[in-house]
């Protein structure tokens, strides 16, 4: 059994030197990095009956407060040094939601202290990152789950389903983009990481990890190799000093010849048609598009398109949810290390071939998953 697919509760709480009582009752449970994210984690943690908000740190006072403020419910110590969390002994579970290139460092250092991780994506911007962390994780008993909660879509995930037991024939070729996001504020108030590409690994890695997951997911496969440019066409030098790149245009291939065309733009205007995002998945019966409507077209003169899965209800927090249910009732993992480290590194190849503007292979990655 692989725990962190399979996870588990009460062999892990007299291990973490937690008392049977506390885990029973309700996970302790701290947020590392207050912020945006942070903050909407923490509201879906305290709509757990199953978990307390114990500690929270971030290293700006003002947004500690404002997450001290609304989990005063569960009166919260606050932290400036996340490390001081990772040595409480009762804090059973992290959830980090710093900027990336913090999450690799931060989740080993929670994990190999015996605590349940929740990690934002990307789990890490560069391979050797994600490498380590896949160790420490693979090495752990812990539950580890990262924050591609696409995974947790009901609509999305029985259309992944129905997509691969072969409702559309077998699947060849897709087609995604990512135009939904203006850059960002250029004085916002993640503007002091996300313009640095070692920070935030660019748009690529930071926000298109959610895309190319769902590539991987619907194909059933991590890519064999990919090629492609970037650059920052628009935002030359803006704002000074930028290291990220304003637009991809990639190609991916997947085993069996499988192909992935995959673009992202943050300068695509809102009135454009044809923005926003999308994923059109091609098979050997017909097409689907997945994120909108997840309506299937067949291939051929006549066919009717038919909808593959209807629209659900979905609950804000079922990711969330998610990692409870893994912890206490050993539940399936529904985003696990291995999903989380190749959505990463899916984005790190793309990142790493436009980078070196030549085609780069899966293998040089170095990561065994
Ligand atoms: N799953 C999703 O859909 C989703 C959506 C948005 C953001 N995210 C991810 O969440 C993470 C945070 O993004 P955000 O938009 O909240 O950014 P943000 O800038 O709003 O928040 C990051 C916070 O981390 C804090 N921080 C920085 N260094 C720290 C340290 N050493 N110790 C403690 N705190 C520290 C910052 O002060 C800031 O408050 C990113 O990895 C991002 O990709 C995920």
Redesign the pocket.
């Known amino acids: 059994m692989n725990v962190n697919r399979r996870c588990f509760l009460l062999g892990s709480a007299g291990a973490a030197g937690l008392t049977w009582a506390q885990s029973a009752e309700q996970i302790q449970t701290a947020v590392?990095?207050?912020?945006?994210?942070?903050s909407y984690l923490l509201r879906g943690i305290l709509d757990q009956a199953g978990a307390k908000a114990v500690a929270l740190?971030?290293?700006?006072p003002d947004?500690l407060e404002k997450a001290a403020a609304a989990a005063a419910r569960d009166n919260p110590a606050t932290y400036a040094d996340?490390r001081k969390i990772i040595d409480r002994n009762d804090v059973q579970a992290v959830f980090i939601?710093?900027?990336?290139h913090?999450?690799s460092e931060m989740a080993i250092a929670a994990l190999k202290a015996g605590k349940h991780v929740f990690c934002?994506?990307?789990i890490g911007v560069t391979a050797a990152q994600v490498r380590e962390l896949v160790q420490v994780a693979r090495a752990s008993n812990r539950v580890f789950v990262a924050?591609?909660?696409m995974r947790s879509y009901k609509q999305l995930s029985e259309a992944v389903r129905k997509i691969r037991e072969g409702a559309i024939g077998e699947v060849i070729m897709v087609k995604a983009q990512r135009h939904a996001t203006a850059d960002l504020p250029h004085d916002g108030?993640?503007a002091d990481?996300y313009f640095d590409v070692a920070k935030s690994g660019g748009y690529l890695i930071?926000q298109s990890v959610?895309n190319l997951d769902l590539c991987n997911w619907v194909i059933g496969a991590h890519p064999l190799r990919a090629c492609g440019f970037g650059g920052a066409l628009l935002y030359k030098n803006d704002p000074a000093g930028r290291t990220i790149f304003d637009c991809s245009l990639l190609t991916y291939e997947y085993p069996n010849g499988v192909k992935l065309s995959f673009t992202q733009n943050v300068f695509h205007p809102r009135s454009l048609p044809s923005g926003g995002q999308y994923v059109y998945v091609y098979g050997t019966k017909g097409a689907v598009d997945l994120i909108s409507a997840a309506t299937m077209y067949p291939l051929g003169a006549g066919g009717a398109p038919s909808v593959l899965a209807q629209k659900q209800e979905e609950y804000q927090h079922a990711h969330i949810a998610a990692f409870y249910d893994c912890v206490n009732k050993g539940s399936q993992n529904p985003a696990d290390i291995v999903i989380g480290a190749t959505a990463a590194l899916t984005s790190i190849l793309g990142h790493e071939a436009m980078s070196k503007e030549k085609v780069v292979n899966w293998s040089d990655l170095g990561v065994k998953l």
Not at 32 to 38: A, P, S, Y
Not at 57 to 60: A, F, G, L, N, T
Not at 97 to 100: M, V
């Open positions: 590392i990095g207050t912020g945006n994210r942070g740190c971030d290293i700006k947004r996340w939601a710093t900027p990336p913090l999450h934002e994506k990307p924050g591609q909660q108030s993640s990481w930071e959610h």
